[in-house]
């Protein structure tokens, strides 16, 4: 004999699935189990959770049954849609953000009380009655029909309603496309999503559209977006081209409260690279987890910008917030959006690109001098099919106008501390810190 589930665990089983979703988003982007998790939750916990404590829904069977499943989806699906909405206008969306929304209100719905059935009087004994005429059981038949098709048509307003909410906010962040939205199209909505001190965008003849946006407000780095290595890494990395004295490693990189720390230190670390690194320190990506898995978020064009603060003690140390080809992860081409090799007074700014002999080619420019680690200033590069401008907290500093050394393939985003880069820092430093407010990627 099987035996259903109580009323409590019917209830809190939605919830709990939320709740899981949220801890399943420390696991890599793509994994199997991360997937299953956010995939199950979305289609069914929220409408699960407010359906599970009505009792037709409980005691449904056959096509009543199948009718419940399709208004907890359809429920699900609108709630998800509208929380998405929320967040996006908000100027605050991310995976994260959006379960963790999803699973409160689940747990909302699930504590809410249950309604007290109506007790019920024992019924007198029926006596018996003649059979029903074949005119009553088409009325019976009709009126059962009058319900399924209420059903379905309350089942299809609500799939109408998400549909409609899922419109209102562009097209969505995915690795490899060429744009998302959230932002809106006009000039209002995109100064609405500007973070507070942002300057404007640059002036466009045709509408930006807000495709990637992390403030680092959640708690802990968001590893829908972020992965904390190169896409060769194995427990850690470097960049050996470079001839950097760092390795890589997750435990250097620190987000939440509205700051991503990457902190280097003098500590030996044996790398899986068979050597002996001196320094330990933490960088970011938009790439993968490793070399055959998807990556997170690449751009093709768009404007690109985030708030820096480099290291005040400069000598020894490279930031870099930067931009590499998701497909052949090998440069040229390259934009380098900002960099500081051993200095916190200039912000160099650099374009590579491939010559016909296979040569790396590069033009450049530096902004400066200033005090870069005095507070937080905003670098930016708006790359486009035949220009790319360089800019430095809102005015162009550097432009390049020829299309043959103009990238056009997909990018994925690098901001790190680097160690040791031409030369090493001096035997009094033991570490240094590279701070970051927020990063964002505006498309046409």
């Not at 049954?65 to 100027?91: D, F, I």
């Not at 969505?172 to 507070?196: D, E, F, N, R, V």
């Not at 700014?349 to 005090?371: F, I, N």
Request: aromatic share 8%; charged share 15%.
């Amino acid at each position: 004999m099987t035996r259903s589930w109580s009323p409590t665990a019917r209830r809190a089983a939605p919830a709990l699935l939320g709740w899981a979703a949220v801890a399943a988003t420390a696991l890599p982007a793509g994994s199997p189990p991360r997937v299953a998790l956010t995939a199950a939750f979305v289609l069914a916990g929220p409408g699960a959770a407010a359906l599970a404590g009505r009792p037709t829904i409980a005691r449904a069977a056959g096509p009543d049954r199948w009718a419940a499943g399709v208004l907890v989806l359809a429920l699900s699906l609108a709630l998800a849609s509208l929380t998405t909405v929320g967040l996006m206008l908000g100027g605050v969306f991310s995976v994260r953000t959006a379960l963790v929304v999803l699973a409160a209100l689940s747990t909302l719905l699930a504590a809410l009380p249950l309604r007290p059935r109506a007790s019920r009087t024992p019924r007198a004994p029926r006596t018996p009655r003649a059979p029903r005429t074949p005119r009553a059981s088409r009325r019976r038949g009709t009126s059962r029909r009058g319900r399924t098709a209420g059903t379905t048509t309350a089942v299809a307003l609500l799939v109408l309603v998400a549909a409609c909410s899922g419109s209102g906010g562009g097209r969505s962040t995915t690795a490899g496309a060429s744009g998302a939205g959230g932002g809106g199209s006009g000039p209002s909505a995109a100064g609405a999503a500007l973070p507070a001190g942002a300057p404007p965008l640059p002036a466009s003849a045709a509408p930006w559209h807000l495709a990637f946006d992390d403030r680092f407000t959640a708690a802990g780095l968001d590893r829908s977006k972020w992965t904390t290595c190169y896409d060769w890494n194995d427990h850690g990395c470097t960049n050996a081209g470079n001839g950097e004295d760092q390795w890589y490693q997750p435990g250097q990189v620190r987000a939440g409260g509205g700051l991503l720390t990457l902190t280097a230190q003098r500590r030996t670390a044996a790398g899986t690279d068979g050597r002996s690194h001196p320094w330990v320190s933490g960088m970011v990506s938009t790439g993968r987890d490793s070399w055959n898995a998807p990556p997170r978020h690449t751009f093709t064009y768009g404007y690109f910008a985030a708030a820096i603060q480099v290291p005040k003690d400069p000598h020894g140390f490279f930031p870099a917030f930067w931009l590499i080809p998701a497909e052949s992860r090998g440069t040229p081409p390259e934009l380098d959006i900002a960099e500081f090799p051993n200095t916190d007074q200039y912000a160099q700014m650099y374009l590579h690109w491939r010559a016909e002999d296979g040569s790396d080619q590069h033009v450049g420019q530096t902004a400066g001098p200033a005090d870069f680690s005095a507070g937080f200033h905003v670098f930016a590069v708006d790359w486009q099919p035949t220009e790319v401008t360089w800019y430095v907290d809102g005015t162009p500093r550097f432009t390049v106008s020829d299309p043959a050394r103009i990238p056009d393939v997909a990018m994925e985003i690098v901001i790190d501390l680097a160690v040791g880069y031409l030369e090493s820092p001096p035997s009094g430093t033991d570490s240094a810190a590279l701070q970051v407010k927020w990063v964002q990627v505006w498309q046409h």
